[in-house]
C-alpha cells in the first residue's frame, strides 16, 4: 500500500489566517458603571488609587502606598502561542513600623477602600506600642510615566512572524550544523504598573521580559555521548524580541544568534572531546567561565549584601548572610581581594531588574557594594536603608501587585579588570583547573558551598582532560580572597536568574553581568564520593 | 474628579463589575521585510502549508479515501505560493550565498522559478572539482531528491540528472535514488518512467553480489524521506522489497492478469519468479503467495453464524482483512490517542468498496484482543469482542464476517505482572518468514491458495478478484 | 468536606457560573474546558522579635482550554467579569488558529464512557483555619517571641492561613455527573507555621515548624519552645572532622532526606537503565525489569499513602485507592498511568504518584536513640537537597538549625553544620532505631504557583549507621 508525504506531513499548525476581532478596552469601574480606558496612563486611574489611600488613611496609616498591575504573558512554541493575562492590586500600610498588606484582583473603588482598611488593619493589630527599630528611609513624590524601551514590543509582532523565526532558526540549525532541537519556545512578559502614595507620588511604567530557550542536541558522539547544550544567551532580559533578531546585544552576545549557536556548538564539541578521567582531589588555581562568576557572585556577595537578609529578616526562610553586622562591617570588612568590585543598578538597558521607580516609588540609584575588596554598600529599600541611616537603593520588587514588595537583587556586575578573556586565562595555567557551567549549592549563610559542572584539568595552557562528578568547595571569603586575575569588559557576559525568596515564596528575576576570572588554590574534590 | 468619582458612587447602588482584561491581538500580516535567509522563507512556506492543509482536512475527512494520483501532480496552493514569491523576491541568481543552496532550491521550485533552481544546483555542482567523485555524486543525488519532492515533482529534472549521475561502487546509494525517482513516478501515475527507472533498478540489482545483499546498508533501502531534507526517516522497506516493485513495474500489469485468467498456478508462478528475480534466491519458502490458506481461526464470530463455515471457505473467493485495533490507535486509552488512524480504516473503507462491488467476494476480517478497549473497564473477552465489533460497525463491510480471536497471554510474575501476549495465530499462520511484516491482507482463490498479502494496492485487487469470480463462474 | 466557604473564595455556585458564561461565550462549535482556582492567604511574617509584615491576600485564576476547527486555545485569566471571560474565550479561540492537531480528534460525544469511578472524599477543610484572623495571630506571634526575647534571642518566623477552592468541567459533560477528568469543587485549607531562633552573635540556630489543614493541630507555642531550646543548645558549636557516623534524624530531616526520592518511583522508567529501580534488561523477553517485588530497603520500612487521610492534605484524584509503594521493604509499587495500566497490565487505573506518604516507624523516642548511641549526631533538619547521582539516588545537601554530637549515649556539645553526601536508600538500610511516624512541615503549593511541590509527609525519627558527611560548613 503506499504512503506518500502528504499523508505523512500531519504535523504541526499554524494558521496563516488572522482572526480579527475588535480589541476590547481595558475597563475599570470609576463610578457605579464600568469605563473604558485607554491605557495604564489614564489620568482617571490615580483617582481609583486615591480610594486606597484615602481608606487607608482614615484608617490610621502613617504611611500607605497602592500598587496596580496588569501582566501578560504570551509563550510561543514554533506550533503554538499561549496567553495570559492579570491584574492586581496591593495596597501597603506602615504604622509605627509595622506594614500590613491587603490585595486582592479586583479593581473597583469599593475595593480599594476595603484593602485600604485591610491593610491598616493587618499593620495596627501587630502596631501594639512596641515601635520597631526599623524608620523609612524617606523619599520623594515622584510622578511620570516610563516605558522600557525596547526594539522590538513582542505583543505588538505578528505571532506568526515569531513563530517563523523560532521555525527558521530550528530548520538552519539541522540543516547546517545538523543538530537535534528538543527545545524551542519563547515567553514574553510585559507588564503595566501604577504606583501612589501618600507622599504624594504618582507613576506608572510598563516593563518588558523576554526569555527564550533553544536546547540543541549533538548527534551521539564516539565515546557514546549524546550531549546538549542550552542557548545562554536567551536567558531573561529587559528586552523585547531583540532578544533573537539584533545582530549583537552588549554583554549577552557579540554576534547575531545563529553565529552564537554555531558558536556553542563548536564550544561543546571541543568540550566533549576530551577524554574522560577520574578527578584528582587537591587544590588548584582555577579558570572559571562568565557563567560561573555570574553564579558565584549572585549567590555569595549577591544574596549576603542583601541588607533585609544581613539582619535576619530571612532567617525563617532562605536563611542569613554572613556579613552579620552591617554597620560594623561597612567600609572596612574585606570581602575578597581588591580586584574584586561588586556593583549594583537598576538601570542597565536590557537588565531584568531595570526599572525607573522600584516598588516602593523610589529612583533606584547605582549602588558600589564591594570596592577594591571591602565591603562599602548593601542592597536596600526603604526600611532596611531606614536602619542604615541612608537613602533607598531603590530595590523594593514584587512579581505583581497581589504580591508585598520585598527586598530583591538588582542587575549586578562584577567589574572587569584587565585580565583578558576566558582562553588568555587557561592558556596560563601550568598546572590548573577550568570550571564552566558550574551550577551552585551555597549554604544558608551565602558563606560555604559547592559547585558542579564542566570540570576540565589544564596542563601548560591546555585542556587535557575532563572529570564528569567532579565538583569544588569553596568559602566564600576565601574564594573571594584568592581573586587572581579578572576578566576585561569586551568579555563580560549577562545571564538573567531567577530566585525565589520570601514567606510566602516569590520569584524574582534580575541580571548578574560578570567577566572570566581566575581564583588560586579552588578545592576539587569528587562530588559522587561519600566520606 | 476625586470628588466627583465619589458622589457618584455614593450616588448609585455600586454595581460589582470587575475591570477587564484585553488579550489585545497584533496585525497578523508578517513583514516579509525581515525575512531576510532562505531558512525564514521555508518556515514561511511550512506554515502555509500546514495551514493550508489543516484547513483541507476540516472540509474533507479523508481518513478512507482513496489518494488521487493528482494530489501529487497539484501545484503548491496559491496562498503559499505568493507568500514564497514575495519572499524569495529578494534573492537573484547567481548572486546567493551557496552554503543556502538546498533551501533555496526547495523555494525556487515552490515559487516555479525553475530556471533559478537550476541555476544554483549547478553552482553546487560546479563547485565541486571534477576528480571528488564521491562528493559530486552525493551533491547529484542531492539534486535528484530535491527535484523528487517538489511539489509538484520534476521529474524530467531529475531524470535527466540521474542520467549523467555517476555510476561508482555506491551501489546502495546509487539504488535509493533511483528508487526514490520511481516511487514517485509511480504517485504521479508516470507508469512510462517507472518502468524506465525500474530497469535501471533491476540492472543494478542483478549486479548485487551475496555479500552486498546481506548487507545492513541493503536493508536499509527504501527509507522514505518525507520531510524532503535529505535526512531519512521512517521505516526501510529492504533492498529486496524495493527491488520487487521494480520488477513489477518493468512487467506491468497485463502478464499477472493473463496469467491469472489462465489459472491461479500461473499466476503464482510469475510472482514467485518475481520474488526469485527480486531477492537472487530460489527459495520461495519465506513468500506468502502460493502457500496454502490456513483456517482462520476466532472465539467470536460476528454474525455469529458465520463461523460455522469454514473460512477462508472452499469454493468461494476470499479476502481477508487483518485488523489490530491497537496498532492502528483505533483502540483509544487516552485523549491522546482517541483519533481515526488513516491506515486502518482506509484497509476497512477498501475491503467495503470492493464487497460492493464484488458481491460474490467473501470478505473476512480478523482481530485479536488485547484486554483492554479504550477507556472501559477490561472487559471480558466477549464484551471486548462486541466493543471491537461496535467500533467497526460504521465501517461495515456488507456480508463480511468478523472474527475476534481472544488473545492468549501470560503474566509475568507478580509483582511486575506485566501481560505478555502470545503470538496470534491469524498472524502466524500467515507470515512465512523474515522477509515480510504481519499481512494487512491476503486474497485467497477458491482453491484455498494464498495469492497475495497485500503487495497491490486497490484498484490491483479489484482486477484480481474480477478475475477470480469469473473463474469460479459465480 | 466543609461547604461553608468565605467570601474571600469561589464558592461553588460561583465556580459554577463562572463555567457556565465562559461554555456560554464559545462560538463555533468545539469543546471547551475551564479550570477555576481562588485562593486566599492569611500571612504573618516575623523577624527580630517583630512582626515585619502582615497580610491578607487573595487572587484567582481561570484556565480556559478551547477546541475548535482541529485546533486548540489555551489561556488564562484571573477576571470573572463577563467581558472578560468573553475576551478570554476569543483569545483562546483566535489561538486554536494557531494552535493545530494533526488529526481530527474525536469528539467528546463519541467517545465511549468511562467506567464508574468514586473520587475519594476527603476532608481537607479546616473552619478554623479558614476563619483564624491576624487579630488573632498578632496576639499569638507575641507570645511566640515573648520567651525568645527574655532570653535575649532573636525569633523569626511565619504563619500562614490559606483556603483555596478549585473546579474543573468541560462543556460537553456539564449538567450531568462529571467525568472522571473533571474535579468536582473542591474547597481545601491548609495552615503552616514555623519559626527559627537565633542568638544575635549568630552563633546558634533553632528551628520548629508543622504544617496541617487544621490549625488547631498545631502547637505554636511548643514549636517555639522547642526552637528556643535547639537554639540555645546549638549555641558555638565546634567544627567536627567529616566522616561516617550514626546519625539520628528527626522526622523533618527524614522527610528532607526522601523528598527528592519520592519523585522517582516511576514504573515506566523503573523498565529501564539508569533509573534507582531498574533491576536488568530481560533478553528473552526483550524487556527491563524493576527492582518490583525485591527488597530494597529495611523490612521495617513501609511506604503508603491513603487518599482518605486527611493528614496528607492532597486532593485525591478519581481512581486513588490506598497504595503501599515499600511494603516492609519490598518494593511493592510504582507511578504508572491508566494507559500503561490497560496495556500492560489489562487493569482499571494507574497508581498515583508518590505525593504525600506515610513512612512506618517503631515506639523509639528520639531520647532513647540518643541513650543508646555511642557515638553519632543529632540532626533536627536538611536544607538545599540535591541529587548527585541518580541511579543510586545519592544526595548531597547541609544540616541546618541544629546539629549535635552524641557520645556514650549523652548530647555532649554542639556540632558546626555538615554537608552530606548520601542516599536514602543507604540510611533505609542501615537502621538501628525508628521513632514514631508524626507528620512534618510540607506545605502544598497551588498548581500555578511557582516552584517545585513538596510532598506532604508523615515519618518516623529513624536511627541510621554510616551516614556520611563529606565536609564542614561555616552557615549557622
Redesign the interface.
Known amino acids: 500500500m503506499s504512503v506518500n508525504r502528504r499523508t505523512f506531513l500531519r504535523s504541526g499548525s499554524a494558521a496563516a489566517t488572522a482572526l480579527a476581532i475588535l480589541p476590547s478596552r481595558l475597563r475599570a469601574q470609576f463610578g457605579a458603571r464600568p469605563e473604558p480606558i485607554a491605557s495604564i496612563q489614564d489620568p482617571r486611574l490615580e483617582d481609583l488609587t486615591a480610594r486606597a489611600l484615602d481608606a487607608a488613611r482614615a484608617a490610621g496609616a502613617v504611611y500607605a502606598d497602592v500598587r496596580l498591575s496588569v501582566t501578560r504573558l504570551r509563550r510561543f512554541l514554533i506550533d503554538r502561542v499561549d496567553d495570559g493575562e492579570a491584574m492586581g492590586v496591593g495596597v501597603r500600610v506602615w504604622v509605627d513600623g509595622y506594614w500590613g498588606f491587603a490585595s486582592s484582583p479586583v479593581w473597583t473603588p469599593d475595593e480599594m477602600a476595603r484593602l485600604g482598611r485591610e491593610a491598616a488593619h493587618q499593620a495596627k493589630v501587630n502596631a501594639t506600642g512596641d515601635p520597631r527599630d526599623m524608620p523609612l528611609a524617606p523619599a520623594t513624590a515622584v510622578r511620570g510615566h516610563w516605558t522600557m524601551p525596547v526594539a522590538e514590543d513582542p505583543f505588538m509582532i505578528s505571532p506568526y512572524e515569531i513563530q517563523d523565526h523560532l521555525a527558521s532558526l530550528q530548520l538552519w540549525i539541522g540543516r547546517v550544523l545538523n543538530l537535534e532541537v528538543p527545545a524551542n519556545n519563547l515567553e514574553a512578559r510585559a507588564q503595566d504598573k501604577v504606583f501612589a502614595s501618600t507622599l504624594g507620588s504618582y507613576c506608572t511604567q510598563r516593563q518588558y521580559l523576554t526569555t527564550g530557550n533553544l536546547v540543541c542536541g549533538l548527534k551521539r558522539l564516539p565515546n557514546g555521548q549524546a550531549p546538549e547544550f542550552v542557548l545562554d544567551c536567551l536567558s531573561s532580559a529587559g528586552l523585547g524580541f531583540e532578544l533573537y533578531t539584533a545582530d549583537h546585544l552588549p554583554r549577552v552576545r557579540d554576534a547575531s544568534l545563529r553565529d552564537e549557536v554555531r558558536r556553542q556548538f563548536e564550544e561543546t564539541k571541543e568540550d566533549y572531546s576530551l577524554p574522560i578521567k577520574p578527578v584528582n582531589v587537591g587544590r588548584y588555581d582555577t579558570a572559571f567561565d562568565a557563567m560561573t562568576m555570574t553564579h558565584l557572585l549572585d549567590q555569595t556577595i549577591g544574596r549576603a549584601t542583601e541588607l533585609d537578609r544581613a539582619l535576619g529578616f530571612e532567617a525563617n526562610a532562605g536563611g542569613t548572610s554572613s556579613l552579620s553586622d552591617p554597620r560594623g562591617m561597612l567600609g572596612h570588612y574585606q570581602v575578597g581581594a581588591s580586584l574584586l568590585t561588586v556593583t549594583g543598578n537598576r538601570s542597565d538597558p536590557g537588565g531584568a531588574s531595570t526599572v525607573k521607580w522600584d516598588d516602593e516609588g523610589v529612583e533606584p540609584d547605582a549602588m558600589t557594594l564591594v570596592k577594591d575588596g571591602v565591603l562599602s554598600d548593601f542592597q536596600t529599600l526603604r526600611e532596611t536603608a531606614g536602619w542604615l541611616n541612608a537613602r533607598s537603593h531603590g530595590c523594593a520588587y514584587a512579581p505583581t501587585a497581589i504580591e508585598a514588595p520585598l527586598q530583591r537583587e538588582p542587575n549586578l556586575l562584577l567589574a572587569p579588570r584587565d585580565g583578558g578573556d576566558y582562553s588568555g586565562m587557561v592558556g596560563q595555567l601550568s598546572d590548573g583547573i577550568t570550571i564552566k557551567r558550574a551550577k551552585l549549592d551555597v549554604d544558608f549563610q551565602a558563606t560555604t558551598g559547592m559547585g558542579t559542572g564542566m570540570v576540565f584539568s589544564v596542563k601548560n595552557g591546555k585542556r587535557v582532560a575532563w572529570h564528569p562528578g567532579a565538583a569544588f568547595l569553596f568559602r566564600a571569603t576565601d574564594l573571594w580572597k584568592a581573586l587572581a586575575h579578572v576578566g576585561s569588559e569586551p568579555h563580560v557576559r549577562r545571564f538573567g536568574l531567577a530566585s525565589g525568596k520570601g514567606e510566602p515564596a516569590q520569584l524574582g528575576i534580575h541580571s548578574i553581568a560578570a567577566p572570566p576570572a581566575v581564583i588560586k588554590g579552588v578545592t576539587l574534590v569528587d562530588a559522587l564520593r561519600k566520606a | 474628579?476625586?470628588c466627583t468619582?465619589?458622589l457618584?458612587?455614593m450616588?448609585?447602588?455600586?454595581?460589582?463589575?470587575?475591570?477587564?482584561?484585553?488579550?489585545?491581538?497584533?496585525?497578523?500580516?508578517?513583514?516579509l521585510a525581515?525575512?531576510t535567509?532562505a531558512?525564514?522563507c521555508?518556515?514561511?512556506s511550512?506554515?502555509?502549508?500546514?495551514?493550508?492543509?489543516?484547513h483541507r482536512?476540516?472540509t474533507t475527512?479523508d481518513?478512507t479515501l482513496p489518494?488521487p494520483p493528482w494530489?501529487?501532480l497539484e501545484s503548491v496552493a496559491p496562498?503559499e505560493a505568493q507568500?514564497v514569491a514575495r519572499c524569495m523576491a529578494r534573492f537573484t541568481e547567481p548572486r546567493t550565498d551557496l552554503?543556502d543552496w538546498?533551501?533555496l532550491t526547495v523555494l525556487y521550485l515552490i515559487a516555479n522559478r525553475d530556471h533559478d533552481a537550476s541555476v544554483v544546483m549547478g553552482r553546487r555542482l560546479a563547485e565541486v572539482p571534477a576528480d571528488h567523485v564521491h562528493e559530486r555524486t552525493q551533491v547529484t543525488d542531492s539534486i535528484i531528491r530535491l527535484y523528487v519532492?517538489a511539489r509538484p515533482s520534476r521529474l524530467d529534472s531529475a531524470e535527466a540528472i540521474l542520467l549523467r549521475r555517476a555510476k561508482g561502487d555506491d551501489v546502495f546509494h546509487r539504488l535509493t535514488t533511483y528508487f526514490w525517482l520511481f516511487k514517485e513516478s509511480?504517485?504521479h501515475a508516470d507508469t512510462v518512467r517507472m518502468q524506465r527507472v525500474g530497469r535501471w533498478m533491476l540492472s543494478l540489482g542483478d549486479s548485487l553480489t551475496p555479500a552486498q545483499r546481506q548487507s545492513d546498508a541493503f536493508r536499509d533501502i527504501g527509507k522514505?524521506d518525507?520531510?524532503?531534507?535529505g535526512?531519512s526517516d521512517?521505516e526501510a522497506l529492504g533492498g529486496d522489497a524495493v527491488l520487487l516493485q521494480a520488477v513489477r513495474a518493468v512487467r506491468g500489469w497485463t502478464p499477472y492478469l493473463d496469467s491469472l485468467r489462465r489459472s491461479s498456478a500461473a499466476f503464482i508462478a510469475l510472482v514467485r519468479e518475481d520474488w526469485r528475480h527480486a531477492t537472487q534466491t530460489q527459495d520461495v519458502s519465506d513468500y506468502p503467495p502460493g502457500h496454502h490458506a490456513a483456517p482462520l481461526s476466532a472465539d467470536y464470530w460476528f454474525p455469529p453464524q458465520s463461523g460455522a463455515v469454514a473460512r477462508p471457505t472452499p469454493g468461494r473467493v476470499s479476502l481477508i482483512v487483518f485488523q489490530d485495533p491497537?496498532k492502528c490507535n483505533g483502540v483509544?486509552?487516552?485523549?491522546a490517542d482517541?483519533?481515526?488512524d488513516?491506515?486502518c480504516l482506509n484497509l476497512l473503507a477498501r475491503a467495503r468498496r470492493l464487497a460492493i462491488q464484488f458481491p460474490q467476494l467473501d470478505v473476512t476480517v480478523v482481530t485479536p484482543t488485547?484486554?483492554?478497549f479504550?477507556?472501559?473497564?477490561?472487559p471480558a473477552p466477549a464484551e471486548e469482542a462486541a466493543?471491537i465489533r461496535e467500533f467497526m460497525a460504521p465501517h461495515t463491510v456488507p456480508g463480511e464476517a468478523v472474527g475476534v480471536s481472544v488473545t492468549s497471554?501470560w503474566r509475568l510474575?507478580?509483582?511486575?505482572?506485566?501481560?505478555?501476549e502470545k503470538p496470534w495465530a491469524n498472524y502466524e499462520h500467515y507470515v512465512f518468514g523474515r522477509n515480510f511484516r504481519q499481512p494487512?491482507i491476503a486474497l485467497i482463490d477458491t482453491d484455498g491458495t494464498i495469492l497475495t498479502t497485500?503487495e497491490f494496492?486497490i484498484t490491483r485487487l479489484a482486477d484480481l478478484i474480477d478475475i477470480l469470480v469469473h473463474r469460479a463462474g459465480t | 468536606m466543609s461547604s461553608a466557604v468565605s467570601d474571600h473564595n469561589l464558592s461553588r455556585e460561583a465556580c459554577e457560573s463562572i463555567a457556565a458564561r465562559v461554555f456560554a461565550f464559545a462560538r463555533g462549535g468545539g469543546e471547551s474546558w475551564v479550570q477555576i482556582h481562588s485562593w486566599w492567604n492569611g500571612e504573618l511574617r516575623w523577624a527580630r522579635n517583630h512582626v515585619s509584615l502582615a497580610s491578607d491576600r487573595r487572587d484567582l485564576r481561570i484556565m480556559i482550554y478551547r477546541t475548535r476547527d482541529l485546533g486548540f486555545g489555551w489561556v488564562s485569566t484571573n477576571q470573572i467579569d463577563d467581558a472578560s471571560l468573553e475576551a478570554a474565550v476569543r483569545a483562546a479561540e483566535r489561538n486554536c488558529e494557531i494552535n493545530g492537531f494533526t488529526r481530527h480528534p474525536l469528539p467528546a460525544s463519541d467517545r465511549p464512557p468511562m467506567p464508574p469511578f468514586q473520587r475519594p472524599t476527603t476532608a481537607i477543610w479546616s473552619d478554623v483555619t479558614n476563619t483564624t484572623t491576624v487579630d488573632t495571630l498578632g496576639a499569638l506571634v507575641r507570645q511566640l517571641v515573648a520567651p525568645a526575647k527574655a532570653k535575649g534571642l532573636l525569633s523569626a518566623g511565619y504563619i500562614e492561613m490559606r483556603a483555596g477552592s478549585m473546579m474543573q468541567t468541560n462543556s460537553l459533560r456539564g449538567g450531568g455527573e462529571p467525568a472522571p477528568w473533571d474535579v468536582p469543587y473542591i474547597a481545601w485549607t491548609q495552615a503552616q507555621g514555623s519559626l527559627t531562633v537565633r542568638d544575635p552573635e549568630g552563633t546558634g540556630s533553632g528551628w520548629a515548624g508543622l504544617s496541617s489543614d487544621d490549625w488547631s493541630r498545631l502547637d505554636p507555642m511548643a514549636l517555639a519552645t522547642r526552637a528556643i531550646d535547639k537554639c540555645v543548645a546549638s549555641q558555638h558549636p565546634v567544627a567536627l572532622e567529616p566522616g561516617r557516623y550514626t546519625v539520628i534524624l528527626e522526622p523533618q530531616a527524614v522527610a528532607d532526606l526522601w523528598e527528592l526520592a519520592t519523585k522517582s518511583f516511576v514504573r515506566e522508567l523503573a523498565e529501564a537503565p539508569q533509573d534507582p529501580w531498574f533491576l536488568a534488561i530481560d533478553d528473552a523477553l526483550g524487556l527491563g525489569r524493576s527492582k518490583l517485588g525485591r527488597k530494597v530497603v529495611d523490612e521495617r520500612i513501609t511506604v503508603s499513602h491513603d487518599p482518605a487521610d486527611p493528614a496528607l492534605g492532597i486532593v485525591p484524584g478519581p481512581w486513588d485507592t490506598p497504595v503501599t509503594w515499600i511494603d516492609h521493604g519490598v518494593l511493592t509499587n510504582l507511578y504508572y498511568d491508566r494507559d500503561y495500566a490497560l496495556k500492560k497490565l489489562n487493569t482499571n487505573g494507574g497508581v498515583r504518584s508518590l505525593a504525600g506518604y506515610r513512612m512506618s516507624g517503631g515506639q523509639t523516642s528520639i531520647e532513647s536513640m540518643v541513650q543508646s548511641t555511642e557515638r553519632g549526631l543529632l540532626v533536627t533538619r536538611l536544607s538545599t537537597v540535591q541529587e548527585v547521582d541518580h541511579p543510586s539516588l545519592l544526595m548531597t545537601g547541609l544540616t541546618r538549625d541544629g546539629l549535635w554530637l552524641i557520645e556514650h549515649g549523652k548530647i555532649s556539645k554542639a556540632v558546626k553544620n555538615l554537608r552530606f553526601t548520601e542516599s536514602p536508600l543507604f540510611a533505609l538500610n542501615n537502621i538501628d532505631a525508628l521513632g514514631e511516624p508524626v507528620p512534618v512541615f510540607r506545605p502544598v503549593k497551588n498548581p500555578y504557583e511557582d516552584g517545585a511541590p513538596l510532598t506532604p509527609a508523615i515519618v518516623p525519627a529513624i536511627k541510621a549507621r554510616d551516614f556520611s558527611f563529606t565536609s564542614t560548613i561555616d552557615a549557622i
Open positions: 474628579m476625586r468619582v465619589l457618584l458612587a450616588a448609585f447602588a455600586p454595581v460589582v463589575v470587575r475591570a477587564q482584561v484585553r488579550f489585545e491581538w497584533p496585525d497578523t500580516t508578517v513583514d525581515k525575512y535567509t531558512d525564514d521555508l518556515a514561511l511550512g506554515r502555509d502549508y500546514v495551514h493550508i492543509h489543516r482536512q476540516m475527512w481518513d489518494v494530489l501529487e496562498a507568500d552554503k538546498v533551501p519532492t509511480e504517485w522514505i518525507f520531510r524532503g531534507t535526512v521512517g491497537t483509544a486509552t487516552s485523549d482517541v483519533v481515526q488513516w491506515l488485547h484486554g483492554y479504550m477507556y472501559a473497564t477490561p466493543k497471554t510474575p507478580a509483582p511486575d505482572g506485566r501481560i505478555i494487512t497485500g494496492d
